[in-house]
């Protein structure tokens, strides 16, 4: 029970980020209270839904903040847990919005702490931003990277020299990589087993493949095959992993509003706004979303 009275209940919720449309975005499972669920539990359901990652709640260490808002989360996709999942934050604190009310929360998870604010828009939509644990930006080593293109079957030509390749963190391990042209971008067809490998290796939740159309409106896509899906459609740790990353590189200024599009080319379009603020090494990525009408799944 929250403190608002509201009952946050164990059944399974699906929830689309980064879209108001729930055939856009990216679909997430919401479990509120997952406090009668083991780990293979929540494994189990996250594979049955089948989406890139779903988010499970419990409650939050005491004093993580004020009670009622502060909650521990872990997150699974089919096949793993990950530390860290920006579109299932988001889909968590709509839904969460929705039954105690907009407002700030406090999400503990494996990477660190997490704080989310939700809000009305003037069309009365939900928005919910968060805030990144502190991010880092690292060089990838020329082998590897020659193993990811070689993967992805992208000659080297075809990238963007303008972005260059790193690995970048803002709660999970991002490679991102930069192509010269939407063209390339657009045309994913890559070998699964052998990319995913190399992430197991190099401990990467996605590869993010970015073109830049202009000076703050970039075009990503995300494979995703440690998830056991081919591609997340609306990333959000790897959004604020590409923040870190382009503001470390210099690319835009140090206070700065970038937009994302994300999912076109799989036929699920999102946007995430990812804001940079100077003196702040931490990356804010902020989304709408919206229900995915379905039967509720019960998790017990």
């Known amino acids: 029970?929250?403190?608002?009275g509201a009952t946050l209940t164990g059944e399974v919720l699906r929830y689309t980020a980064f879209s108001t449309d729930p055939a856009g975005g990216?679909?997430?499972g919401v479990v509120l209270d997952a406090s009668g669920l083991t780990d293979d539990a929540m494994l189990a359901i996250a594979a049955g839904l089948g989406y890139s990652e779903s988010a499970?709640?419990?409650a939050a260490p005491e004093g993580a903040g004020e009670p009622g808002r502060a909650f521990t989360i872990r997150y699974f996709s089919p096949k793993a847990e990950v530390p860290f999942c920006g579109h299932a934050t988001v889909a968590t604190a709509l839904a969460l919005a929705e039954r105690i009310g907009a407002g700030d929360l406090v999400l503990e998870t494996r990477a660190g702490t997490v704080p989310v604010t939700v809000a009305a828009t003037e069309s009365g939509d939900l928005r919910a931003t968060l805030t990144s644990v502190e991010p880092h930006v690292e060089d990838v080593a020329a082998a590897d990277l020659t193993e990811a293109l070689a993967?992805?079957?992208?000659?080297?030509?075809?990238l963007d020299p303008a972005l260059p390749p790193r690995i970048a963190y803002g709660g999970a391990r991002h490679l991102v990589i930069g192509a010269a042209t939407r063209a390339r971008l657009a045309d994913l067809s890559y070998d699964f087993a052998r990319l995913e490998a190399l992430m197991h290796r190099l401990e990467l939740t996605t590869v993010?493949?970015?073109?830049?159309e202009s000076a703050d409106v970039f075009h990503v896509r995300d494979p995703f095959p440690v998830g056991g899906v081919v591609e997340d459609p609306a990333t959000g740790a790897a959004a604020?992993?590409?923040g870190a990353y382009a503001r470390e590189l210099g690319l835009v200024p140090a206070e700065s509003t970038l937009t994302l599009h994300q999912g076109a080319d799989m036929g699920r379009p999102g946007v995430l706004t990812v804001e940079l603020r100077p003196g702040d090494a931490r990356v804010r990525v902020s989304g709408a979303g919206t229900p995915i009408p379905a039967q509720g799944v019960s998790a017990k």
Do not use: I, K
């Open 1 to 4: 029970m929250s403190e608002s």
């Open 208 to 212: 993010q493949l970015v073109w830049r």
């Open 240 to 242: 604020a992993a590409f």
């Open 56 to 58: 499970f709640l419990t």
């Open 151 to 158: 993967a992805l079957d992208w000659p080297a030509a075809d």
């Open 26 to 28: 990216n679909p997430a």
